[in-house]
T-cell receptor, first 113, second 114 residues
Framework: DAGVIQSPRHEVTEMGQEVTLRCKPI?????LFWYRQTMMRGLELLIY????????DSGMPEDRFSAKMPNASFSTLKIQPSEPRDSAVYFCASSSGTGWEQYFGPGTRLTVT | AQSVTQLDSHVSVSEGTPVLLRCNYSSSYSPSLFWYVQHPNKGLQLLLKYTSAATLVKGINGFEAEFKKSETSFHLTKPSAHMSDAAEYFCVVRAYSGNTPLVFGKGTRLSVIA
């Protein structure tokens, strides 16, 4: 299996621009998670889906952030407009159930200038 | 509520000496526990998991962890550290309530000295 795939691996953008991060979960997994990691705040869960349905988005920092999962093999995390404080590494993870071990992608390093 | 406490934010060992990374948990249910490792600029990788089977769990790269219910601990050990073990390690517990299925500890940074 190819594991969780994320793209792009690196993104540099200017403040105010729209950013879209993409994730392909492991085939057969029905739960998908978006995390953000920074030195200051550590690893934070932003949102997670079960069977393509958002279950909890209480970790999404504000309305500038949105996530979708149109089908079982694809999810996006969008930031519009982006701000310098959004600079972080964003991880996608998937699992075969919401309480089971999660498998992480390599992450997208986002820099907003 | 479920929670984990990693007792050391940073551990430093010499190459070839044993590794001990400490984790205490709190759970209202029979816990499922995990250890993850994150190497610099990489994603998190599952090292091992405990799900109420054998109390001594073996993982990848020679790591193992022992579930001790009486001590509410799930410490990670390795007999002999390698330079490649230098990384951040996260202890994780399954949550049965709240807004997140897994609760991550704050991490322990392991340094290995040559």
């Amino acid at each position: 299996d190819a594991g969780v795939i994320q793209s792009p691996r690196h993104e540099v953008t200017e403040m105010g621009q729209e950013v879209t991060l993409r994730c392909k979960p492991i085939s057969g997994h029905n739960s998908l998670f978006w995390y953000r990691q920074t030195m200051m705040r550590g690893l934070e869960l932003l949102i997670y889906f079960n069977n393509n349905v958002p279950i909890d988005d209480s970790g999404m920092p504000e309305d500038r952030f949105s996530a979708k999962m149109p089908n079982a093999s694809f999810s996006t995390l969008k930031i519009q407009p982006s701000e310098p404080r959004d600079s972080a590494v964003y991880f996608c993870a998937s699992s075969s159930g919401t309480g089971w071990e999660q498998y992480f992608g390599p992450g997208t390093r986002l820099t907003v200038t | 509520a479920q929670s984990v406490t990693q007792l050391d934010s940073h551990v430093s060992v010499s190459e070839g000496t044993p590794v001990l990374l400490r984790c205490n948990y709190s759970s209202s249910y029979s816990p499922s526990l995990f250890w993850y490792v994150q190497h610099p600029n990489k994603g998190l990788q599952l090292l091992l998991k405990y799900t109420s089977a054998a109390t001594l769990v073996k993982g990848i790269n020679g790591f193992e962890a022992e579930f001790k219910k009486s001590e509410t601990s799930f410490h990670l050990t390795k007999p002999s550290a390698h330079m490649s073990d230098a990384a951040e390690y996260f202890c994780v517990v399954r949550a049965y309530s709240g807004n997140t299925p897994l609760v991550f500890g704050k991490g322990t940074r392991l340094s290995v000295i040559a």
